[in-house]
């Protein structure tokens, strides 16, 4: 319809499944058809009039999703040079020809490029950092002829001569894998489907690699590959759906190990990268609520348990007998500190530990047994490892970054503590870290927890209710989402927007409690914890319910979800991103991917009680007759975490059901997965689009 879709008066469209009406200049929304469903448990009966939406090969529902694309594009036609504008103005801040920072492996030196123009990175090494460049892989050559192109996982073998990786070109997150001979530049005709990690042996020629299942998309069996060969070894396969398998190497490469793992315990088997015909040794049953993950030293296992200590402590064990028996603890629990992860060289290793929601790298030499901290200078920040490929060295290499400090990669000496900056990403155009401030504060949840909030601003705010913000927040799984750097988010602090990230219960930022805490039967914290934090920002006077925008995506679009049903009148808009809102009929489904290993992070509502507990809260069963703010949803057709279905059925419904006028917009990707699309330049025209719309909603167009 294009240009002529406005100068349309009383036109009348029926596509498929789908009927709206258009008046002149005032185009209404398309309404999906009713289709009742019914289901019956725990003496229920459901009744779903928009489950037909489920059928991806039903043209009536492509219809129905390019029908909403096309009334979304028509109500923000006129903000379309907004968006053109901040899209040149985010693509204008970052360094588009650049290269990563080289880091060592074996004999040569790696890394990534990109070129102005291309959407995808470029894979490189050379032997000197003087040395002519080799391309190891394009992905702006593989991209060609597809509408997406992700690369998953890649790893060099160990005598640098072979390079292991695996693509996805449509966004469900199905990687193909395939083998490159560097020598010869040709690659093997042998590839593997639904690979989710894979590791090299140390012969250079056998590779380890677990698959899913192609329905549920669970990673469930292992496999050994020997390079040329058209059959390969089943080595192991977890058969509890509770369970996934992922194999990963050893920090001094010396051992593979084979990790199962549900959302509460783990179990691990281990065996020599030398020896990859052995088969892998069972290190300790699992026991229900047990995690533990292995590492390596020496003589030693180092393993990171919470047997006995809710946030990880670390303990050893000798190799020949590694024993419950002959466990020595290392590192004790400590009430307020998570162990989150650990990394092993030749004479040190370092705790990743999290406190008060803050990021701390401790560092012990292992032949003194003193330890000492890495200090960051910031009230908020994200610091991480980054690549670290040699064992046998002193240096560490991490990746600092916060809301003001763009991301920044350093050496860091072990024994002299003294660390080299290599490289800061650039903010092209110039930036003053200056001009802004970061900070934490505290909101007070209904039952008198303290709920972190990270803010950054420009530094000229009044706090009089006036300024409008852009609140975000996730709150599942026991992720903590980082407080990152973004050049993009610039377009919003420098209009006066506040952008602030409220650390919800569910997330992992307080540590194991903190998600407990969130989950399950205690998951309505998530969502109260939300609008706590929004009360708080608007009682303080950072902003006010009608400058107040909130975002959230995929198990975050779930907290949108439930808080727009609890507290509409909160906020003047939301943009909910993939998400996964109806709870109850995808956790009844266990053919869908992520459901079965989920029941432990949300319940099973064949269970009465959880039932009951799920939809009290479920987003699509509580959508009520009653207003609700401006409402951008956002979906990718190809999505396998979060199946479009659920955004559109929410949309269709919440449509069917809300008294106001407010806007309910619903953006299809069609081409695009979890993350939306892959390409750099399409990722930042999305930005701008979302950005385009906070910035209309709050009154703001320049």
């Not at 990687?175 to 593997?192: A, G, I, S």
């Not at 603890?329 to 989150?340: G, Q």
């Not at 903190?514 to 708080?536: C, P, S, V």
């Amino acid at each position: 319809m294009g240009k002529n879709f406005l100068l349309l008066i009383s036109l009348f469209i029926t596509l498929g499944g789908l009927t709206f009406v258009m008046g002149q200049n005032q185009p209404t929304p398309p309404v999906a058809t009713k289709i009742p469903k019914t289901d019956k448990l725990h003496g229920e009966t459901r009744v779903d009039n928009y489950y037909w939406l489920r059928d991806k090969n039903n043209p009536e529902v492509i219809s129905y999703l390019e029908a909403e694309n096309t009334y979304a594009d028509t109500i923000l036609k006129p903000y379309e040079g907004f968006q053109e504008k901040l899209y040149k103005e985010i693509v204008g801040r970052i360094k588009q020809t650049d290269l990563s920072v080289p880091y060592k492996e074996g004999k040569y030196l790696y890394y990534t490029r990109t070129e102005e123009g291309k959407q995808y990175i470029v894979l490189c090494r050379k032997q000197t950092a003087e040395a002519e460049e080799e391309i190891l892989l394009d992905l702006n050559e593989l991209a060609q002829g597809q509408k997406f192109m992700s690369l998953g996982t890649i790893a060099v073998s160990p005598d640098g001569t072979k390079l292991a990786y695996s693509t996805d070109n449509n966004g469900f997150r199905q990687y193909v894998l395939f083998v490159k001979d560097l020598e010869t530049k040709k690659t093997f005709p042998q590839t593997r489907e639904r690979v989710t990690s894979l590791q090299w042996a140390a012969d250079n020629k056998t590779l380890f690699y677990t698959i899913e299942d192609a329905q549920t998309k669970r990673s469930y069996q292992l496999y050994r590959h020997v390079l040329g060969s058209d059959k390969d070894d089943l080595v192991y396969e977890e058969k509890d759906p509770l369970y996934t398998l992922r194999v990963s190497k050893s920090d001094s490469k010396a051992y593979i190990f084979i990790t199962s793992t549900s959302s509460t315990t783990s179990e691990c088997r281990f065996l020599p990268a030398d020896q990859p015909n052995q088969t892998p040794k069972l290190l300790l049953e699992r026991e229900e609520g047990h995690q533990y993950y292995l590492e390596h030293h020496g003589d030693f296992f180092y393993i990171r348990t919470n047997q006995d200590a809710k946030n990880f402590r670390l303990i050893k064990t000798p190799i020949a007998s590694p024993t419950k028996e002959n466990w020595k603890e290392v590192v004790p629990h400590k009430d307020n500190v998570t162990i989150e992860n650990i990394s092993f060289f030749i004479n040190h290793y370092i705790l990743f530990e999290r406190e008060d929601g803050l990021q701390k790298m401790i560092v012990t030499d292992l032949r003194s047994n003193k330890s000492h901290s890495i200090e960051f200078p910031d009230p908020v920040y994200a610091a991480f490892s980054s690549t670290n490929r040699e064992f046998n060295t002193n240096i560490f290499r991490f990746s600092y970054q916060s809301y003001v400090i763009p991301n920044s990669i350093f050496d860091y000496n072990l024994d002299t503590q003294q660390r080299q900056l290599l490289k800061q990403d650039e903010v092209v155009g110039g930036y003053d870290a200056n001009q802004y401030k970061s900070e934490r504060i505290f909101a007070t949840a209904t039952d008198g927890t303290k709920i972190p909030i990270s803010l950054v601003y420009k530094k000229d705010l009044i706090k009089d209710g006036s300024r409008p913000m852009y609140l975000t927040g996730y709150g599942a799984y026991g992720i903590s989402i980082p407080t990152t750097f973004s050049s993009s988010l610039l377009s919003l602090l420098n209009r006066g927007v506040i952008f602030a990230r409220a650390h919800v219960r569910g997330g992992g930022d307080l540590g194991k409690t903190w998600h407990d805490q969130g989950k399950m039967m205690l998951k309505r914290n998530t969502f109260t914890d939300f609008i706590n934090a929004a009360e708080y920002l608007i009682s303080e006077k950072y902003t006010s319910n009608k400058h107040l925008v909130i975002q959230g995506g995929s198990a975050g679009g779930l907290l949108m979800g439930a808080v727009l049903n609890m507290r509409p009148e909160l906020f003047k808009a939301a943009i909910v991103e993939v998400p996964f809102v109806d709870v109850i009929n995808t956790m009844l489904d266990e053919s869908l991917p992520l459901t079965t290993g989920e029941f432990l992070e949300w319940g099973n509502p064949k269970v009465k009680n959880e039932y009951d507990y799920i939809k009290s809260y479920c987003p699509y069963s509580n959508i009520a007759a009653k207003a609700y703010p401006n409402i951008l949803v956002k979906t990718s057709l190809n999505d396998s975490q979060v199946m479009y279905w659920e955004p559109a059925k929410y949309v269709a419904k919440l449509r069917a059901n809300k008294t106001d006028n407010n806007l309910l917009l619903l953006k299809t990707n069609l081409a695009g997965g979890h993350g939306g699309s892959s390409g750099r330049y399409d990722r930042f025209k999305e930005v701008a689009f979302n950005f385009a719309f906070v910035l209309e909603q709050v009154g703001i167009i320049e």
